[in-house]
């Protein structure tokens, strides 16, 4: 230890003992990871509150530090942390080492954990820097996931629909040269089946693209349908045709627009027991079509407020909105503007 007089220096400036050790703790406190200090035999000399909120522990002091890791893996730490105290090394984060640490809830969290030797009064010491990493663990996986999606989304339209489609397009090449009533009208269904079938798969990609956290227009358009079914009462059923994906984003912002407003103009005015609406990707064009059965529009719709609105989007946009009488009754809104780059 130091004699009476005993000073450090930090960028330039003298400094004493007190002043240097409440520089120390200063940035033991700072830092947002845990930093733990730990001897030869495991027991924690020193810890910070970051390393003490990471565990759920108020003192991690004088605990052993193989208690903070999983139970099934404890014996097996002891033996690593001998070995690294004979020849110790400094070990960086990120060294893409699946590590874990346990909290005192008895909840296993992933850790990224750098570790480096320090001599201190000629006594050996290790100094554990822990970092919670379950947030980016969940983005990666969420990530993966949603490449996934995609990856099935694109085998499900480019093999699974195709081939449907093939077979349908067979069938009706048939149906022309077949003259038994009986086997016309069986293909006639076949024909339909396959029909609604390649409709649900489409349906099925489209939720593929349905996130929680990631705002994509699939998850936005579901987010409306969501939001406007309590007020209606049940949920409009919605059917999409095409794919969504690289849609201009103020179009799509245009089109969720529409959808919202649509949807609230059924639910304030028309009183419905039944809603749907379609939405269409076509070579060169995007239609909304919103249909209800409710009472319908008497004379001739208002051209101002949210169907003004809806009209003045499709026409910014280059296209088209009406509405009009449905059969055999509510009402019918088409929305259709052309895909042009942003």
Not at 145 to 174: K, N, S
């Amino acid at each position: 230890m130091c004699g009476v007089v005993c000073r450090g220096v930090w960028h330039g400036v003298v400094m004493s003992v007190s002043d240097t050790i409440d520089l120390a703790e200063r940035l033991l406190e700072a830092s947002p990871d845990g930093l733990l200090l730990v001897d030869d035999a495991g027991v924690i000399r020193l810890a910070n509150s970051s390393a003490s909120e990471l565990f759920g522990l108020g003192d991690l002091v004088g605990n052993n530090v193989d208690q903070l890791v999983p139970v099934e893996q404890r014996a097996g730490h002891a033996g690593l942390r001998n070995a690294y105290t004979a020849q110790p090394t400094s070990r960086p984060m990120g060294t893409g080492l699946q590590l874990f640490a346990q909290h005192a809830d008895g909840t296993v969290i992933p850790v990224e954990i750098s570790l480096n030797s320090v001599e201190i009064d000629g006594e050996s010491y290790t100094i554990a820097t822990v970092r919670d990493v379950t947030e980016r663990q969940n983005s990666a996986e969420r990530i993966t996931l949603l490449r996934e999606r995609e990856r099935i989304a694109r085998d499900i339209h480019d093999m699974v629909i195709q081939r449907i489609f093939a077979a349908g397009m067979t069938l009706q090449a048939l149906d022309s040269i077949i003259e038994n009533r009986t086997a016309k009208e069986r293909i006639a269904g076949v024909i339909d089946d396959l029909d609604e079938t390649i409709r649900q798969l489409r349906q099925s990609i489209f939720e593929l693209g349905q996130t929680d956290d990631v705002r994509t227009l699939s998850s936005q358009i579901a987010a409306v349908i969501d939001r406007r079914a309590v007020h209606l009462g049940f949920r409009p059923h919605l059917t999409v045709n095409g794919s969504l994906t690289g849609l201009p984003d103020f179009l799509a912002d245009q089109l969720v627009a529409t959808l919202t407003e649509s949807l609230s103009n059924v639910a304030r005015h028309a009183g419905a027991t039944e809603a749907s609406v379609v939405i269409e990707r076509r070579a060169d064009e995007v239609c909304l079509t919103v249909r209800d059965n409710g009472r319908g529009i008497v004379g001739q719709p208002k051209t101002n407020g949210g169907l003004s609105n809806m009209m003045w989007r499709a026409a910014e946009l280059g296209g088209e909105c009406a509405i009009g009488a449905a059969q055999p009754s509510g009402t019918l809104l088409t929305w259709n503007v052309p895909i042009i780059a942003g």
